[in-house]
C-alpha cells in the first residue's frame, strides 16, 4: 500500500530585493495512512510554512518550486485546481494552527464555526451540524458541550479553544491531521491532554498525524516517525526510538543536550549556541556550520545525506564513514 502522504523535494520561494529566497528547500518525506509523524526544529525552521505549502496556503508572494512533489492519496496537490482544494482542505486535510485565538472569529460562537466547516462539506441542515459540532465538542472531552458551543472564543480557557481548533478540524473526518504547535502557550498538563487527545482520536479514527513541534519532549511516546529540520531542511529522520536513542546530527544533539533530564546522571544543560540565521543569511554548505560544535573544513561544500541504517538517516559530513551517501 502506498503512503498517504508522499512530499519530494518540497520548496518554497519568496521574492526578495537580492533574489529568491527558500525558507522551505527541498524538503522530503512520507507519512502513512493511521500513523504520526513529528518535524520538529527551533522556531523559523519553516516548520509551519512546511504545513502551508502541503496543502497550498503559502502566502503570496510566495510559490511553490517547479521542482516540488506532493502527492496526497494518488492526487497531486501542486497539479489540483481551486475546487480540488477546497475539497482537499477541510475535508480530506484538516489542520490545526497555532494560536487559537486569532484563529478562531471573535464575533461568532464556538459552535457556529465548528457547524460552517461541516455545512461546507456536506449537505445537511443548520439543525444537524449545530447538533455534530455538539458532539465533536464531546469527543474532544469539553464538558457541557451545550453551553460552550454557545459561547464566544473569549469566553474559554485556552486548552477549550484549542480543543474547539481540533473539533473544526476533525468536523469533516479527514484522512490526515496537521497540528502544527498544538500546545502552544499551553501549561504542562493541559499540554499532556492535548496530545493524549490528538493520539486517542487518531487511533479512532484511524487517520494520520503530522505533529509539528520545536519540543522532543512532545513527541517521544507519540510520534512513529521523527523528522528533524533545521533551516529550511530535514537533517535528520527515523523511527522515533532509534532517533531518541541514537541521535547522530550535532543539531539533533544539541537539541536533546538542551532537555532537562529526568533520569539518569543530571548536569548543567548545554544550550545551542547562536540562533536559526534568516533565509537570506544561511552559510553555504552544511546551514549548521556557524553553530555545529563538530564543524570541519569539508563542512563548507553541502554535506551528503547518509543512510544510517533502520530508516534512519541524516544529512552531514560526520555520517560519510558510517553509512551509504545517497542523492539528496
Not at 261 to 285: C, D, F, H, M
Given at each position: ?12 520561494t ?33 516548520k ?21 512533489r ?20 477541510g475535508?480530506r ?37 449545530w ?20 459561547a ?54 484511524g ?49 536533546f543536550?538542551?532537555?532537562p ?27 549548521f ?21 533502520r530508516?534512519q ?8 564513514g558510517k553509512?551509504?551517501?545517497?542523492e539528496?
Amino acid at each position: 500500500m502506498s503512503p498517504l502522504l508522499e512530499v519530494e523535494q518540497l520548496t518554497v520561494t519568496f521574492p526578495a530585493a537580492g533574489g529568491m529566497l527558500r525558507p522551505v528547500d527541498g524538503v522530503s518525506f512520507t507519512l502513512e495512512r493511521g500513523k504520526t509523524l513529528a518535524l520538529v526544529g527551533e522556531s523559523g525552521c519553516g516548520k509551519s510554512l512546511t504545513s502551508l505549502a502541503l496543502i497550498r496556503l503559502v502566502p503570496p508572494p510566495g510559490v511553490l518550486g517547479q521542482e516540488t512533489r506532493v502527492t496526497f492519496d494518488g492526487q497531486s496537490v501542486p497539479g489540483m485546481g481551486q475546487e480540488e482544494l477546497r475539497q482537499l482542505r477541510g475535508r480530506r486535510i484538516g489542520i490545526v494552527f497555532q494560536d487559537p485565538m486569532t484563529s478562531l472569529n471573535p464575533v461568532f460562537t464556538c459552535g457556529d464555526q465548528i457547524a460552517e466547516g461541516i455545512r461546507a462539506h456536506a449537505m445537511i441542515s443548520k439543525a444537524d451540524a449545530w447538533k455534530k459540532a455538539v458532539a465533536l465538542l464531546t469527543e474532544v472531552g469539553i464538558s457541557d458541550p451545550e453551553a460552550r458551543a454557545k459561547a464566544y472564543p473569549h469566553q474559554l480557557s485556552g486548552g477549550m479553544r484549542q480543543r474547539v481548533m481540533i473539533a473544526i478540524a476533525l468536523a469533516s473526518e479527514p484522512d490526515l491531521l496537521i497540528a502544527d504547535e498544538p500546545t502552544t502557550a499551553l501549561d504542562v498538563t493541559v499540554q499532556a491532554q492535548i496530545l493524549e487527545l490528538l493520539d486517542e482520536l487518531r487511533k479512532k479514527r484511524g487517520m494520520a498525524l503530522l505533529l509539528i513541534s520545536h519540543d522532543l519532549g512532545v513527541v517521544a511516546g507519540r510520534a512513529d516517525r521523527v523528522a528533524v529540520m533545521y533551516a529550511g531542511r530535514i537533517v535528520e529522520e527515523g523511527a522515533t526510538a532509534d532517533v531518541f536513542r541514537n541521535p547522530s546530527h550535532p543539531y539533533t544533539k544539541g537539541l536533546f543536550n538542551s532537555i532537562p533530564k529526568l533520569t539518569g546522571e543530571r548536569g548543567r544543560l548545554t544550550p545551542i549556541k547562536g540562533s536559526v540565521p534568516a533565509p537570506g543569511q544561511w552559510p553555504t554548505g552544511c546551514r549548521f556550520r556557524t553553530r555545529c560544535p563538530d564543524v570541519m573544513a569539508t563542512c563548507e561544500k553541502e554535506p551528503p545525506v547518509v543512510e544510517l541504517g533502520r530508516g534512519q538517516r541524516m544529512a552531514c559530513w560526520l555520517g560519510s564513514g558510517k553509512g551509504v551517501n545517497s542523492e539528496r
